[in-house]
C-alpha cells in the first residue's frame, strides 16, 4: 500500500478535513509529513514561528519557563491535536515551546505559505483564523488554570478571590 499524501493526511484529520477539496489542495502544497521522536523540541518560547503541525499520532507537551523553575509543563496536545498556533499573529513568535513526549506523525505546514493563503483568499483565511482561534481560546482556557495550580503550589492556600490576586509571571500556552 502506498503512504498517504498530505492531501490524503488533511482530509483525514479532524481540524481541516471538513474544508472543501480546493481549499485542501492548496493547503497540502504548504505542508510535509514529518516524523519526530520523543524528546524532540518542534518550538522554543519566543523562537520564530516559522510552522505549526496537525498532529495524527503521538503526543506534545507545551511548555514555558517558570520563574525559579525551568521549563513548565502548560499543556497537552495529543492524536489529530494542533500545535504552534503563533504563526498566525505578528510578531510570529512562538508563545510557548512544543516538545514531542510520544513519536509523533505529524503534516508540519511552512507559516509563510500558510499566511499567503490567507492574503490570496479571504474566504480560507477567515476559515483558518477561526479554527486556529477556537484552538487558541481552548489553551488559554488551560494555561491559565495551570498558572493558578502552579501559584497555589507555591503559596500552599486556596485559589485567589480576586483578579488582582492571580498569578501574571510566565506566559500562556499558546503555541
Partial sequence: MAPLTVFDELVLHPFLGDLPMGWLHRLAAHG?????????????????AECC???????????GPGPGRGDVVLGHVGADGVVGCSWLVEPYRYVSGAVV??????VEFAAAGLRNLIGEDPALGLELTT?????????????????AELHLDDRGDSLPRRAGEFPTAGPPALC
Fill in 53 to 63: 503541525w496537525l498532529l495524527r499520532s503521538g503526543a506534545v507537551d507545551l511548555d
Fill in 131 to 147: 479554527r486556529f482561534v477556537t484552538v487558541l481560546t481552548g489553551r488559554l482556557r488551560t494555561s491559565t488554570r495551570r498558572w
Fill in 32 to 48: 510535509r509529513t514529518v516524523v519526530r521522536p520523543a524528546g524532540y523540541r518542534l518550538c522554543r518560547p519566543d523562537g520564530p
Fill in 101 to 106: 513526549t510520544e513519536e509523533i506523525r505529524a
